[in-house]
C-alpha cells in the first residue's frame, strides 16, 4: 500500500514532504518550509504513516505545504502574522486607551468631582469616628488619589486648539472709524511712512498724532453715533508681506469703500484683528 502524502524523516536527518509518489524539494523548518533541492530517491523509510513507535511524528502529514490553505505566503514564516498583530497591539492599544479615558474623565469631570467631595467627606467622618485600618486606609487613599487624579485631568483636558476666530470687516472696518473720531493716535502705529505722510499732508499737521488729536477734537458725539453706523462696503482683500524679514508673517489687509461719513474718508484699507485695525491706506 503507498504512503499517502506527508511529512516524513528523509533519512537524512530532515522531515521532507512526500506527495504520494516521490520527495519532494520541502523539508520542515518546524516553523514554515525550506527549499532543499537535494531530494532523495526511493521511499519513505519503512512503513512510517503505519508505525506509531518512531519518536519524529509527522509534520502537517495530510496538507501540501505548496498549497495556499495551509499557507498563503509561503515566503512569510508561519507565525510571522500572528507577530504583527501583537506588535501593533502593544504599540494602538495603550493609546486608544489613553483617549479613551481622557474623553471619559472629559466628558464626566463633574460627576468625578461631585464623587470627590463625597469621598473626601466620608474619609473624614471615618477619620473623626475612629482609627481605621491600615488596609482600608491604604484602599482609601489609594480611591480619593485616583479621583482626585481623574477629576483635575477632567476639568483640564482640551478637546484641541480653538478655531481661529472670525472677524466681520464691516463692523471692524467702522471700529477703525470710531477710533479715528475718537483721535486715538494709537492709529498712526501700524501705519506705513506712505499713509503717515498723507495724512500729515492732507491734514495740514506735522506728523499723523497731531492730525488724529485734531481729529478727535473735532468730532462730537452725534457724528461719533454715524460712524458707529456708516455703510461700509467690502470690495476686496490682499495679503502683504513685510518687506524685511524671512520669517515674517503675512498680513491681510482688507478694502473697504465707505458711505458719507464725517471724517470725509471714502475708502480705507485695514488689518482686521488688531486692537484698534491697522490702517494701511486712506483715501478721501
Known amino acids: 500500500m503507498p504512503q499517502p502524502p506527508g511529512a516524513y524523516p528523509d533519512g537524512r536527518g530532515n522531515i521532507r514532504y512526500w506527495d504520494g509518489r516521490s520527495w519532494t524539494s520541502k523539508v520542515s523548518t518546524g516553523s514554515g518550509w525550506r527549499d532543499d533541492h537535494d531530494v532523495p530517491s526511493g521511499s519513505p523509510p519503512g512503513e512510517f504513516w503505519r508505525?506509531?513507535?518512531?519518536?519524529?511524528?509527522?509534520h502537517r502529514a495530510a496538507h501540501d505545504p505548496g498549497?495556499?490553505?495551509?499557507?498563503?505566503?509561503?515566503?512569510?514564516p508561519a507565525g510571522a502574522g500572528g507577530c504583527l498583530v501583537v506588535g501593533f497591539a502593544l504599540v494602538l492599544l495603550p493609546r486608544l486607551l489613553w483617549k479613551a479615558y481622557l474623553g471619559f474623565i472629559h466628558d464626566h469631570r463633574w460627576a468625578l468631582l461631585a464623587a470627590l467631595v463625597v469621598v473626601t467627606a466620608a474619609w473624614a467622618v471615618r477619620r473623626i469616628a475612629g482609627r481605621p485600618r491600615l488596609l482600608g486606609r491604604v484602599a482609601g487613599a489609594a480611591v480619593w488619589g485616583a479621583l482626585l487624579i481623574s477629576t483635575v485631568g477632567g476639568f483640564r483636558h482640551d478637546d484641541g486648539p480653538p478655531p481661529p476666530p472670525t472677524h466681520d470687516p464691516v463692523a471692524e472696518a467702522r471700529k477703525v472709524l470710531v477710533a479715528a473720531g475718537k483721535g486715538d493716535t494709537g492709529l498712526c502705529a501700524g501705519m506705513p511712512i506712505e499713509l503717515t505722510l498723507k495724512v500729515r499732508d492732507h491734514y495740514g499737521f506735522v506728523d499723523c498724532h497731531g492730525a488724529f488729536e485734531e481729529i478727535g477734537r473735532q468730532t462730537d458725539e452725534r457724528e461719533l453715533e454715524e460712524l458707529k453706523n456708516v455703510q461700509v462696503t467690502v470690495v476686496g482683500e490682499r495679503d502683504v508681506t513685510p518687506c524685511c524679514g524671512l520669517l515674517a508673517e503675512a498680513t491681510t489687509y482688507v478694502t473697504v469703500r465707505l458711505g458719507p461719513n464725517p471724517l470725509g474718508w471714502t475708502q480705507m484699507e485695514f488689518a482686521p484683528g488688531a486692537e484698534s485695525g491697522i490702517l494701511h491706506d486712506i483715501a478721501w
Open 67 to 76: 498549497d495556499p490553505a495551509v499557507n498563503p505566503f509561503p515566503a512569510v
Open 51 to 58: 508505525d506509531h513507535t518512531v519518536s519524529a511524528p509527522p
